[in-house]
């Protein structure tokens, strides 16, 4: 009689799971009940580095990052007439043959491994059945956790190839008529962008609500249109693993207003120790930042006193590295120097440096009231200074 | 641990087992021992090429058996086919005191004789080429979809399996059926 891979005990069966790489388990528990279960139960992958999930047009491409360069992959979830066509990608680094003078440049291979149609099965299904796996895969925490709305980016300039603004569902054709960029009047027949993406959101908040635990994950990075978005998924993140949240729009530029009533009381939002938020304005009490070591905000409207709250707070913080602020409004920055005494100036930018009692370090403050309208604390040793009236570059 | 360790004292002077047995290899001569499978054919095999199989260590260790004991009672694997048991003393003969290699190139490709290969060496407990066995269904498993792994280890799928599992139940209960109309007619 021949022997099947299920008839292999359970303790070999393990450690072939724990040999194959994050696709191969993918794959597997696609296979059969059993080693559905088995891997369930064993969780054999522990090298999940980062989990991403891009939301196309009409397309999701849930990529699984691992520590091991060549264990990387993504699966792509695209619509087709007869249901959803799945396909298995492979992502490696090589490195081509080194030219005589310049180092190699390492280039990134992909590879289409398997492309399956199933019949009858909608993208957000077969996506939600995926994305399921690989967080119930998770047996310790993973670094990264990132979602991406592709699908709201601005389309680029019509002479730059994008793939990602268009989705294989439109014929070339179409293509020539419209250039790279594809009027939203052309879903009329199906979903918009932006209701996929809800749609896309929703699910992903179902599966993290039925999940058993929360997902540990350090640095979590979100695009989002509006607040409660995010709210849809931060509250799933457990905040004893957080260290950083990251949020942006799809638009690149920071013209809208970011409602964070409800955010800045999350447990996630006041354990995280780290915050980039960008594409957005906010304007809630500056008290909600402080207890992060390193940040960068757009705030709408500053004043004097907001600064000085910053600076006590800044000084008696040890583990305090960098707050960077891009402000629209400063109020009253006449009172600069009444408040933190005399500033090293130009006019258009004022630089203040702190002692701190007790430390090595000292605060550097850095305001440039010109464009592009940034307040930067730094705290560093007084040797390596930031630059005066740049907060891009750090040092000098 | 510290039984096993006594059983090897017993059965062998006290020295020897203290001193460095890579050291102490060259001086004693080698002592050989037999192995059968399924198929009654006996192998020798060298005490030294038998330390990778962790069960047969411990059966030397525990029986302390002289030459002419070990020769006259062959370890018999009645589980395992003749050709598998010759695959696994050849890797013990060639891998004897050496450090292993990170890939082993000389395993079967056919998925039949290495999934006979992977049960023979998990259950002699040879953990080297048990990884290097693991490694290699991982790579056969590798770029495969679903189906094709259903097809190529003849996996039934759920619903298969469902329906055999309907049908062997159907048929339980129909024999359970007449079993208990055939007792009926009896206590008639």
């Known amino acids: ?16 799971f724990r040999k194959c790489d994050f696709l191969s388990i993918f794959v597997l528990r696609k296979v059969c009940h059993q080693f559905r279960n088995f891997i369930d139960d064993v969780k054999p992958c522990t090298d999940i580095k980062s989990i991403e999930v891009n939301v196309g047009i009409k397309k999701i491409i849930l990529r699984i990052n691992s520590y091991n360069v060549r264990g990387s992959a993504y699966v792509k979830y695209e619509d087709h007439p007869k249901g959803c066509v799945v396909s298995y990608h492979k992502q490696g680094m090589k490195l081509p043959p080194p030219a005589p003078e310049l180092p190699p440049v390492p280039t990134h291979s992909r590879l289409k491994l398997k492309e399956c149609i199933h019949e009858g099965v909608e993208v957000m299904t077969a996506f939600s059945k995926d994305f399921e796996a690989v967080i119930g895969a998770q047996r310790s925490k993973i670094e990264f956790f990132r979602v991406h709305l592709v699908c709201l980016r601005r389309p680029e ?49 179902r599966t993290l609500q039925s999940h058993k635990q929360l997902l540990r994950v350090e640095n979590f990075f979100m695009e989002v249109i509006q607040c409660k978005q995010l709210l849809q998924i931060l509250p799933h993140i457990d905040s004893q693993y957080l260290k950083s949240i990251e949020i942006s729009s799809p638009k690149i530029y920071p013209t809208e207003e970011l409602k964070m009533d409800k955010l800045v009381t999350l447990d996630q939002w006041r354990q995280a120790r780290k915050l980039e938020l960008r594409s957005f304005y906010v304007s809630t009490p500056i008290i909600n930042f402080l207890h992060f070591n390193s940040a960068e905000v757009n705030i709408d409207s500053v004043c004097c006193e907001d600064l000085k709250t910053m ?38 930018w004022y630089f203040w440096i702190f002692p701190i009692p007790g430390s090595e370090n000292v605060l550097f403050l850095n305001v440039i009231l010109c464009h592009p309208h940034t307040i930067c604390f730094t705290r560093c040793p007084e040797s390596t200074p930031p630059q005066k009236g740049c907060v891009n570059c750090h040092y000098t | 641990m510290s039984s096993t360790e006594q059983g090897t004292s017993s059965a062998a002077p006290a020295e020897p087992t203290t001193a460095p047995e890579s050291a102490a290899a060259p001086e ?64 013990c003969n060639q891998h004897k005191g050496k450090p292993t290699p990170p890939e082993d190139t000389n395993l079967p490709k056919q998925k039949e004789k290495l999934f006979d290969l992977v049960l023979a060496v998990n259950y002699l407990e040879i953990k080297e080429l048990l990884t290097y066995c693991c490694k290699q269904v991982a790579m056969m498993v590798k770029g495969k979809s679903p189906e094709e792994i259903r097809e190529i280890w003849m996996i039934p799928t759920d619903a298969e399996d469902e329906a055999a599992e309907k049908e062997a139940k159907k048929r339980a209960g129909k024999e359970a059926a007449g079993e208990t109309a055939a007792a009926a007619g009896d206590a008639k």
């Open chain 1, 311 to 348: 600076q006590q707070a800044f000084i008696s913080s040890e583990k305090f590295k960098r707050f960077k602020i891009a402000y629209n409004n400063f109020e009253g920055r006449e009172n600069l120097v009444k408040t933190f005494g005399e500033a090293e100036t130009n006019g258009k």
């Open chain 1, 157 to 205: 300039c019509p002479t730059r190839n994008s793939p990602m603004t268009r989705s294989n569902v439109f014929s070339k054709a179409d293509r020539k008529t419209f250039g790279s960029v594809i009027p939203y009047t052309m879903f009329s027949n199906f979903d918009t962008p932006e209701s996929f993406t809800l749609r896309v959101l929703n699910e992903l908040e």
């Open chain 1, 1 to 16: 009689m021949t022997i099947s891979l299920t008839d292999i005990p359970e303790n070999v069966l393990a450690d072939i």
């Open chain 2, 28 to 91: 004693v001569p080698e002592s050989f021992y037999y192995v059968h499978g399924k198929d009654k054919v006996v192998h020798k095999v060298s005490a030294g090429a038998l330390q990778h199989s962790a069960l047969i260590h411990g059966m030397i260790s525990n029986l302390g058996y002289t030459e002419e004991q070990a020769k006259a009672n062959p370890f018999p694997f009645e589980n395992i086919d003749g050709d598998i048991l010759q695959m696994v003393v050849d890797w």
